[in-house]
């Protein structure tokens, strides 16, 4: 099984950065594609960017100009810069991967960081 470790979360006042890093753990697959999704309170859970292996990008429309997502993948980690920072940003972020054992494809998520914009 892959484990996916986040790290980055933190405090910011609204127009403020922070970034997110994902490090995915494990032998034996390849990564298809990694991503982060945000839950709020009361909210569904939501697709915040997803990265392909070949470096393919989707984005939320709510975030597009303000958040960048990346991978290094030599080290199986992702990144999410996330800029110009509002309220409404504030939500837990957790870490998707979706890998390949040979022909069997699974997904992990993360165990999840606390975003806070404060305005």
């Known amino acids: 099984q892959v484990q996916l470790v986040e790290s980055g979360g933190g405090l910011v006042q609204a127009g403020g950065s922070l970034r997110l890093s994902c490090a995915a753990s494990?032998?034996?697959?390849?990564?298809?594609?990694m991503g982060w999704y945000r839950q709020a309170p009361g909210k569904q859970r939501e697709l915040v960017a997803a990265i392909t292996s070949g470096g393919n990008t989707n984005y939320a429309d709510s975030v597009k100009g303000r958040f960048t997502i990346s991978r290094d993948n030599a080290k199986n980690t992702v990144y999410l810069q996330m800029s110009s920072l509002k309220p409404e940003d504030t939500a837990v972020y957790y870490c998707?991967?979706?890998?390949?054992?040979?022909?069997?494809?699974?997904?992990?998520w993360g165990q999840g960081t606390q975003v806070t914009v404060s305005s």
């Open positions: 998707n991967s979706e890998v390949l054992w040979g022909v069997l494809a699974t997904r992990s």
């Open positions: 494990g032998s034996g697959f390849s990564i298809i594609a």
